[in-house]
């Protein structure tokens, strides 16, 4: 079953496909391909220091932007916190990542289609006493190695980096790392590079969003 999109939650890269903000998540795509000659990134954590600086709104867009140009996509939604990957895409909670990883459901029990070719979203599912200890289990490594035979492109929504160590754990298992700022300070920036780097967290760049040259569109640089 497709299910529809949210229009409320700025997925522009679907509803305006030729505007410059659509262009601008197309810009990043293809920057993240030219940031690994030798190496494809086929999975990619978008991060925030704080709350409230867009990361799923990014990771959302940047995921329909790779559907766009042909990939097999899959957005999983590994806030276990505060999860809003349901909203954005209309989908259910009711099941999602947290109930195969307690082996309730199969892996394609939880998988959703969307209203955008080749994208597919898992949802967070009910919110679990411990998502550290459930995102660092064997269990979440087998899920991600069956994901990486089915799809190009993996794509992963997390708490803040210093609000939990949620987003610590889940880069250790991925290519790369985006970092989405718009009004964390300076200092809380680099904390959370800092910290994503302390785990050797291939560090991709920074999306600048809400900046001052046009209304949310992102920025990208690498490093």
Not at 120 to 134: F, K, L, Q, R, Y
Not at 159 to 168: G, I, K, S, W, Y
Request: charged share 20%; glycine share 4%.
């Amino acid at each position: 079953m497709r299910h529809s999109i949210n229009k409320s939650h700025n997925l522009v890269t679907s509803i305006r496909p030729k505007s410059s903000i659509s262009e601008a998540y197309r810009t990043l795509r293809t920057n993240i391909l030219f940031s690994s000659v030798d190496d494809k990134i086929r999975t990619i954590m978008v991060a925030s220091a704080q709350a409230g600086e867009g990361k799923t709104t990014t990771v959302s867009n940047l995921a329909i932007a790779y559907a766009q140009e042909g990939k097999k996509v899959l957005l999983i939604d590994t806030d276990l916190r505060k999860p809003l990957l349901h909203q954005v895409f209309n989908i259910s909670n009711y099941a999602g990542l947290t109930n195969v990883l307690t082996n309730q459901y199969e892996l394609q029990d939880v998988v959703r289609e969307t209203l955008i070719d080749h994208l597919d979203v898992i949802t967070s599912g009910p919110i679990p006493p411990n998502p550290s200890e459930m995102l660092s289990s064997r269990k979440m490594k087998t899920v991600l190695n069956e994901v990486k035979d089915l799809y190009d492109v993996i794509l992963f929504d997390t708490p803040p980096v210093l609000a939990v160590t949620d987003a610590l754990i889940m880069s250790s298992l991925c290519d790369g790392v985006i970092l989405v700022v718009s009004t964390a300070k300076k200092g809380l920036v680099k904390k959370a590079k800092a910290n994503l780097e302390h785990v050797n967290t291939r560090f991709l760049g920074v999306v600048l969003n809400n900046v001052a040259m046009g209304k949310e569109i992102p920025y990208y640089y690498g490093e």
